[in-house]
C-alpha cells in the first residue's frame, strides 16, 4: 500500500482546486498585505455561534471568515466567502467519512505538508505563517487546511485504490501500444499563459474552451488565445506517437472521442486544452525513449514583438543544439540550459513542446519568470530504450491517480446528496 501511495501525486494535489499560489516572497506579501488591510465585512452573529450545520457538526462564523481570508490570499478565483462555504461543507462532509473509518493523519506528514505549502509561495514555513496571522489568518486555519487534504487522500486511497488500478490490457491501450504497432493521435491545442495578475480571467476563458463544441469553434478559440505557434493554423498539430505525450496526460486524451475537449490541464506557467480530432494505429512500433536531450535558450523580453522577432532570427542561425554556445558566447552561464532526461522529469509544458519537435526543431511557445521571459526551446536528440516496466508503471500510476480523483469526486457528491445542510 505505502508503495502505491508514494507513487501517487503529493497530498496536497487532493486540496480544494485553486489558482497557482504566489510565486515569490514579493508578491507573497504583497497579496497578503493587501488582505490584511481590507475591511472584513461585520458579522452580525458572534463569530462563533452556528453558520452552518452538516450532519449536526457546526461551522462557524469564524470558521468561515478565516476560510474566505485564507482563499483570498491564495487568489482563488470566485467570491472568497462563497468559496469558503462551499469548501467547509466538504471538509465537513469529508472528516465524517475519515472519523466513521478510523482513520487521522500523522502530525508529521501534516507538518511536511505545511511545510510544502509554504515553499509553493517560495517562503520558509516560519515566514509563511508569520505573513498569514499578520493577515489574520491563524496557523490553525492553515493546519486544518492542510490536515484534511492529507486525511482525505489516504480514505480515498484505502477506500478506492483496488478500484482503480488498471487491467494490463488498459495500460497497454494508455501506452498506444495494440499488437505490433502504435497509436497516434490528431489533436488540436490551446497554450494559455498564466501570470499572478490574469490567473481568474484564464481559468474563466479555459472553462469556457474546454465546453467547445465543434472544431471550428475550437479553432476560433486558438486563434484568440493560445500562445502556441500552432495557432497561426487555429491550433492543430500534426500526428504525435501517444508515447510522445506525457504520461500522464496519455490516459485523458486517450479517453476523448473525436470533437471532445479535455478539461483545463495545468502546466508551469500556462493553461493548456487538447481537442481530439482523430486517433490511428500506425502499424509500426512506437518507439520509447530512456532519455530526451533537449536545450533552452532564454530570451528577455518575453512575447514582446522585438524578442520574439530576435528569437525568430536566431532560429534561422542554428541547426544543432550545439549551435547555441556560439550564440550564448560571452553571455551568463543561465542564458543557455542543456539538459537530457527521462521523459517523466521533464516539466509537463516543455515536454508537450518537445512531443511537437524533431531532432533539431525549435518551440518560442513558452515564457518563464511571470511571462517576461521568452525560452528559445530546442529537440537535441532522443535516446531510445526506455525499460518497459518502467513505462508500463508510470502509466499505470497516472491511470490510478485519475480514477482515484473521480471516485472521490463522485463519492463527496453522494455524501452531499444524502447530508442535512443547514445555513443560517
Known sequence: MRKILKALPHPLNWLPKIAAPVHNTCVALAAIGVVATQPQPAIAQSLFSPAITVNEDVITYFELEQRALFMTILRAPGDPTDLARKALVEDRLKQQAIKQAGLEAAPEDVEAGIDEFAARAQLKTDDFVKALEQAGVSRETLRDFVEIGISWREYVSARFLSQSRPTEAEIDIAIGRSGSGGVQVLLSEVIIPVTVENMEQVEAVAAEI??????????????????????????????IPIT?????????????????????ISLPKAV??????????????????????YAVYYLAGGR?????????????????????????????????????????EIPRDIALELAKLDEGETSIALTRSNGQTLMMLMLCGRTA????????????????????????????????????????
Open 272 to 293: 493548456a486544452l487538447f481537442q481530439m480530432r482523430g486517433v490511428r494505429e500506425s502499424g509500426v512500433a512506437t518507439p520509447r525513449y530512456a532519455s530526451i536531450e
Open 244 to 264: 510522445d505525450l506525457p504520461a500522464g496526460l496519455r490516459p485523458m486524451i486517450l479517453e476523448l472521442a473525436p470533437g471532445e475537449v479535455t478539461a483545463p
Open 385 to 424: 530504450g526506455q525499460g518497459t516496466e518502467d513505462l508500463r508503471q508510470e502509466v499505470s500510476d497516472a491511470l490510478t491517480q485519475q480514477r482515484l480523483n473521480s471516485f472521490a469526486a463522485n463519492f463527496l457528491e453522494q455524501l452531499r446528496a444524502d447530508a442535512l445542510i443547514i445555513e443560517q
Open 304 to 344: 514582446s514583438p522585438e524578442t520574439l522577432a530576435t528569437a525568430a532570427s536566431l532560429v534561422d542561425q542554428i541547426d544543432t543544439c550545439d549551435d547555441l554556445y556560439g550564440i550564448a558566447k560571452g553571455q551568463p552561464e543561465t542564458t543557455l540550459e542543456r539538459s537530457s532526461k527521462a521523459p517523466g
Open 210 to 239: 474546454s465546453q467547445a463544441k465543434g472544431f471550428d469553434a475550437f479553432s476560433a478559440a486558438a486563434a484568440k488565445y493560445s500562445a502556441s505557434e500552432t495557432r497561426a493554423d487555429g491550433g492543430r498539430l500534426d500526428w
